[in-house]
């Protein structure tokens, strides 16, 4: 799929979509592990992120751990979407945006600092569309990585995933230093293909690199990094079918419900989100990509009957365009200087 005949390619891009090495010379220990030399690793993974079957080599933040964000939708008429669209892409804030099948047809999501940040982003988007969006933040996350499995098992099943559905257990994260802001703003973009990356995110964030990387390994153990990897464009690598499903559930059935779905393979992510009433009804969400939409269509029936949902209220939004797919911007670092300064 998505032109990996490459074999080695192939499991550069599907093992190390997590785990990524937190060393000084990361890619050499890739290098190492797949029997290859390290300069073969870099402009390969340089090649992929610049035909766009990678968006960045860098961490996943889990929600709500660094900043706010919100899942937002508006209904724009489709004469109007491309120019909407635009402009909702072209705010920093903003880092997925995507059409789906539905009257609320253009899905984007903001990040901030914080949630006055956020609520002026959400602002100036309904000034754009002439129309204000909904937003429906995060309650709990069931399962939320999204990684793929390329080697031909399902999406969502990337080698060394765990499959828990834990919707709790979330360790206390310390609060953020000035230094590990800006550290997070640096890791933005992901780490550059160079032979010491994380020197250059040191760099960029005003920290030793042995300061980065000790900071770094400490969020991967707190769980405030989710994960670390080669994050891939989907749709570039063939899963081009993939479909957001949404269930009005009871309040009080959605945690275990939420847990099970997370536990089935082919979701690659599912949590509860707050609802937008009158406007939107739905509580709990999952994500299923696939290669097909006869595929996807009949594993979303299959996860419905399976978890007892046939009789709640639900819809199936499959995606039509992406407008942008990058890193979570939360300005972390120009925010502290103005609070500070």
Request: hydrophobic share 45%.
């Given at each position: ?110 990040t901030a600092a914080d949630q006055h940040a ?172 696939g290669t097909d939409r006869p595929t996807v ?45």
């Amino acid at each position: 799929m998505g032109a990996l005949t490459d074999p080695r390619e192939a499991r550069l891009l599907n093992e190390f979509q997590r785990g990524f090495p937190v060393v000084r010379a990361p890619y050499a220990v890739i290098a190492q592990r797949l029997g290859v030399d390290e300069g073969w690793v870099r402009a390969t993974l340089a090649s992929a992120l610049a035909d766009g079957r990678v968006s960045r080599i860098g961490a996943v933040f889990r929600p709500g751990s660094v900043g706010v964000s919100t899942l937002a939708a508006l209904p724009v008429p489709q004469s109007q979407l491309a120019r909407v669209a635009a402009r909702v892409s072209a705010r920093q804030e903003v880092n997925h945006n995507y059409e789906r099948e539905h009257r609320y047809n253009l899905w984007f999501v903001v990040t901030a600092a914080d949630q006055h940040a956020l609520a002026d982003v959400l602002d100036g988007i309904a000034d754009d569309a002439g129309s204000a969006p909904i937003s429906l933040p995060l309650l709990t996350e069931y399962w939320i990585d999204l990684g793929f499995d390329l080697g031909g098992g399902h999406a969502g099943d990337a080698i060394g995933r765990p499959r828990h559905g834990d919707a709790g257990g979330r360790r206390p994260v310390p609060a953020l230093t000035d230094a590990d802001r800006r550290l997070v703003d640096a890791l933005a973009d992901g780490l550059p293909t160079v032979p010491a990356p994380y020197a250059v995110i040191a760099d960029k964030a005003g920290v030793s690199e042995a300061c980065a990387l000790a900071r770094i390994g400490d969020w991967l153990e707190l769980g405030v990094v989710k994960r670390l990897g080669v994050v891939v464009r989907h749709r570039a690598l063939g899963f081009t079918a993939n479909a957001m499903c949404v269930w009005d559930v009871p309040d009080g059935d959605a945690d275990a419900l939420g847990a099970a779905l997370a536990r089935e393979p082919g979701v690659t992510l599912c949590y509860r989100r707050r609802r937008a009433l009158p406007d939107w009804r739905y509580n709990l969400f999952c994500m299923v990509h696939g290669t097909d939409r006869p595929t996807v269509e009949a594993r979303v029936a299959q996860l419905a009957a399976a978890n007892g949902l046939d009789d709640c209220p639900s819809a199936v939004l499959f995606s039509r365009r992406a407008f942008k797919q990058c890193g979570a911007r939360y300005a972390l670092a120009s925010t502290a200087a103005r609070v500070t300064g």
